[in-house]
């Protein structure tokens, strides 16, 4: 394996983003939070014409940030391609990005967020849970830094219950099949005091859209 085919570093993913590299036609513009996903699904489907960009996945706790840095990174790119496509849902946007995107003529993934993509977005949608607390993969790596030290847990623990206590279960959306994994997203459920569940969904409808921006007619999502 050479360094390039090193799968990202969360860090990295989570605090700077990834630049594109690659001489694709079409360009995947995503959350830090999907860069792995992407990139299997890249190697697996042999999309060699698929480059990838992320923004920090960071921005998911400021998503008042995420339309304008959209709209930057498709004006720093957008040239340079044949077809750009943005890998985000709503993601607290209220509609903004959506809107952006319309405006832009950029397709993106339906759905609120990408726990409702990976599982389904109409099936998500009936289950109504409302006291299920959501994790993927990328987020159980990167528990610490997206949940337990913005929520200042760290430092004050006793904050748990306020936070969380209106919450019955921590589910575990796994996109791969690993019991390193899993121990760990039942230790998150552990430490939230929360019930777990895990719950496997594989790539969901982030495969279908990929899918469908890889090939040489353009979809409406």
């Given amino acids: 394996m050479t360094p390039t085919d090193l799968p990202p570093c969360d860090t990295q993913l989570t605090r700077t983003g990834l630049a594109p590299a690659g001489t694709g036609r079409v360009l995947i513009i995503a959350c830090g939070a999907l860069a792995r996903e992407i ?17 920090p996945a960071i921005l998911h706790n ?23 496509c943005v890998a985000y849902a ?20 339906r759905g609120p967020h990408c726990y409702a993509f990976f599982e389904g977005v109409d099936r998500f949608a009936d289950h109504n849970e409302v006291t299920a607390f959501y994790l993927t ?69 982030l495969a279908d859209f990929l899918r469908q921006a890889t090939s040489d007619t353009p979809h409406s999502f």
Wanted: proline share 3%; glycine share 8%; charged share 30%.
């Fill in 39 to 55: 990139l299997d699904l890249k190697r697996l489907n042999g999309w060699d014409h698929l480059d990838l960009t992320c923004l």
């Fill in 62 to 84: 400021h998503p008042e940030r995420i339309t304008g840095a959209v709209r930057d990174a498709v004006a720093r790119h957008r040239d340079d391609y044949d077809r750009v």
């Fill in 90 to 109: 709503d993601c607290g946007t209220g509609g903004q990005l959506q809107a952006a995107c319309a405006e832009l003529g950029i397709e993106m993934v």
């Fill in 137 to 205: 993969d990328f987020l159980v790596r990167q528990f610490d830094a997206f949940v337990w030290k913005p929520l200042g847990l760290d430092r004050h623990p006793d904050l748990r219950d306020m936070y969380f206590g209106h919450y019955t279960k921590l589910v575990y959306q796994a996109q791969t099949d690993d019991p390193a994994l899993t121990e760990a997203a039942r230790a998150c459920a552990d430490r939230l005091g929360l019930a777990f569940e895990r719950r496997w969904t594989g790539y969901g409808e």
